[in-house]
């Protein structure tokens, strides 16, 4: 069976900076749907578009196209007492932007004397990436997965 729109793909991935550093890899393969419901980068849904198990993509993506561009004003000055005692740099946590939208992920980038740094970038965001993977499994989604827009299951999303 083919990728096609409406079929649930399983790959398992590798990402790399330009120097081939490896960044990210799929402990285990990963389950998507296809066709459109933003559940993949774009532009790596559209080269896996018709491929079948066994294949390999491979694609240098730009900023825009992988983990975003780096934007300043995601990066804030906090006060060090609304963090925990053993705060170190590289600590994740939740927080919700000034702007009241959604939740996002901050990377604590330094660590002052009474100010934190925090960065609500993705770690990889403003770098091209070397992105490879390989089409593990291919089968039709069923109805619920596509009334739901993502892939149940094993490998996919889990309700709670």
């Known amino acids: ?3 096609g729109k409406d079929t649930v ?3 398992t991935y590798i990402v790399k900076d330009m120097d081939g550093k ?4 799929s402990d285990e393969p990963v389950s998507y ?3 459109g419901y933003d559940n993949i980068f774009p532009l790596v849904e559209q080269a896996l578009e018709g491929k079948a198990i066994g294949d ?10 992988a983990f975003g561009e780096f934007e300043e004003d995601l990066v804030r000055l906090e006060p060090r007492e609304s963090f925990p005692a053993d705060i170190e740099v590289g600590m994740q946590f939740v927080g919700s932007p000034v702007d009241g939208s959604e939740e996002m992920l901050y990377t604590v980038t330094d660590v002052a004397e009474d100010k934190v740094v925090v960065d609500g970038n993705h770690p990889y965001a403003g770098q091209a990436v070397h992105f490879q993977c390989v089409v593990a499994d291919v089968r039709a989604a069923t109805a ?9 299951g094993a490998h996919g999303h889990h309700h709670h």
Do not use: F, Y
């Open 1 to 3: 069976m083919n990728i």
């Open 9 to 11: 793909v399983t790959i």
């Open 22 to 25: 490896l960044l990210e890899e």
């Open 33 to 35: 749907l296809h066709g």
């Open 56 to 65: 390999t993509v491979e694609l240098k993506l730009q900023p825009a196209d």
């Open 144 to 152: 619920d997965e596509v009334a739901h827009r993502h892939a149940h």
